[in-house]
């Protein structure tokens, strides 16, 4: 008897196959929809070969209302969303807007309509930490609270903002409705998860992150560089007030974040506590010069890179505080940045071609030997 059953949009995606894995894991039942848009169904065979579960997939739009109705029709022991299909390149939102706002908050209101149509009451929305902005711009706010104050410096952030005033209101309302009623209410939670940077693959070697066309975060754009498929990286200004002049970011293991989002899951479904925010990081922040240092070392040798002006809505510092989660989600990281660096190159060395490859006969057969051992 599973769990439960959670949708998973973007599923297909890197956070979203991970968290997919973890839900599977844990014992419930997963659909995903994704557009397929920045993804590969090839993630699902992965997730198999991992878990031994598969989930159900369908390739839907997360703009496409009548395509959600139908999923969450033909599947009405679904009781909770875990959200992330968006468009998620910070620098790219600023040059195409529109179409940001039409996917990621358009979209998102399309699928709380449709959740609200089939009574599917908690939603566990994948936020950004770019939602704080500039936190350095208030004193006493490094690393990042969630009581700091909102102040996104680029579209894509702006985006965020807008969703999780969008399901605060949506909640409080349904919550509002229900108790005018004298109806139960307290089945409409929502979690906003406020992340850092995402990063790593799984100790496997042969799931990680497989974007489509040109990455946009650092480290798989270093797992091409080391591969040879780029010459060199951007490291995007080198003035900024950091001990080395280059950005902070907290990066957080890929298994780390899945984690979070399942223990986000389990505290509404079991606490019912209305909305809440949670910061998921590591709280410790690394300049992008110290990652290029250790991914390097992970690989063996020092990676090519050329520093060219700031990119535009860039901020100094983006670590957070995960206290709150750390207490109320009882969830911490357990992998560290040399975890991450290691698993993403074991990834990159062995699946150059990402999932348009099959994965190597010599990580299956470690894969299996390792599920031997365990069972």
Partial sequence: MAVGTVLVTGGTGYIGSFTTLALLDNGYDVVIVDSLLNSSKAALDRIELICGKRP???????TDEAGLDDVFSKHPDIDSVIHFAALKA????????????RVNVGGSITLLRSMA?????????????TVYGDATRIPGMIPIPENCPIGPTNTYGHTKVMIETVISDHIEAERRKAKKAGKPFEQWNGALLRYFNPCGAHPSGIMGEDPQGVPYNLLPLLGKVATGERDK???FGD????????????YIHVLDLASGHLA???????????????????????????MIKAFSKVVGRDLPYQVVDR???????LTANPALANEELQWKTKLTLEDACADLWRWVENNPKGYRQDPPAELLEKLKASKAVKN
């Avoid at 910070?90 to 706002?101: A, M, Q, R």
């Avoid at 003035?239 to 907290?250: E, F, H, L, P, Q």
């Avoid at 505290?267 to 809440?276: A, M, N, S, W």
């Fill in 90 to 101: 910070v620098g790219e939102s600023g040059e195409i807007p529109l179409e940001y706002y």
């Fill in 311 to 317: 990119r535009l809505g860039d901020v100094l510092d």
């Fill in 56 to 62: 159900t997939f369908y390739q839907v739009d997360i």
């Fill in 233 to 235: 990286l951007l490291v």
């Fill in 117 to 129: 149509k089939h009574n599917v009451s908690n939603i566990v929305f994948s936020s950004s930490a």
């Fill in 264 to 290: 986000a899951l389990n505290y509404l479904r079991e606490k019912k506590p209305g909305v809440k925010a949670w910061n998921l990081g590591s709280g410790r922040g690394s300049t992008v010069f110290e």
């Fill in 239 to 250: 003035d900024y007030a950091s001990k080395d002049g280059t950005a902070i970011r907290d």
